[in-house]
């Protein structure tokens, strides 16, 4: 009967394994500095410029607001800043909803 089924030997006992140390850790640090340079460094570079055309802003400033409200600054103060977005028509907005500030003569056309 053994012709038909093969006898079982035991194998040999598996190697230990060795230490993996810092090549264990390698593929989460290859991780996290592609995170960094492709989401982290963009994301605090376009924050940074927003904050310092933020500060920048001015009387007769054209500004395009964070909800699409296109309108000159007529008056700046700390933390506001009002827009006149039709003639006679002045909104107050937060300065940090000013989203981008556009080329002068935008709001006429």
């Given at each position: 009967?053994?012709?038909?089924?093969?006898?079982?030997?035991?194998?040999?006992?598996?190697?230990?394994?060795?230490?993996?140390?810092?090549?264990?850790?390698?593929?989460?640090?290859?991780?996290?500095?592609?995170?960094?340079?492709?989401?982290?460094?963009?994301?605090?570079?376009?924050?940074?410029?927003?904050?310092k055309?933020?500060?920048?802003?001015?009387?007769?400033?054209?500004?395009?607001?964070?909800?699409?409200?296109?309108?000159?600054i007529?008056?700046?103060?700390?933390?506001?800043?009002?827009?006149?977005?039709?003639?006679?028509?002045?909104v107050?907005?937060?300065?940090?909803?000013?989203?981008?500030?556009?080329?002068?003569?935008?709001?006429?056309?």
């Amino acid at each position: 009967m053994s012709f038909f089924i093969s006898d079982a030997w035991a194998e040999a006992a598996p190697a230990a394994q060795q230490d993996a140390g810092l090549m264990g850790l390698l593929p989460l640090l290859i991780i996290f500095v592609l995170f960094y340079f492709l989401l982290l460094r963009p994301q605090m570079k376009r924050a940074k410029e927003h904050r310092k055309m933020v500060e920048a802003l001015a009387k007769n400033d054209e500004v395009v607001t964070s909800g699409g409200i296109l309108g000159k600054i007529t008056e700046v103060d700390e933390s506001f800043v009002t827009m006149e977005i039709a003639d006679g028509v002045r909104v107050k907005v937060q300065r940090n909803a000013v989203s981008s500030v556009v080329p002068k003569g935008t709001a006429k056309s």
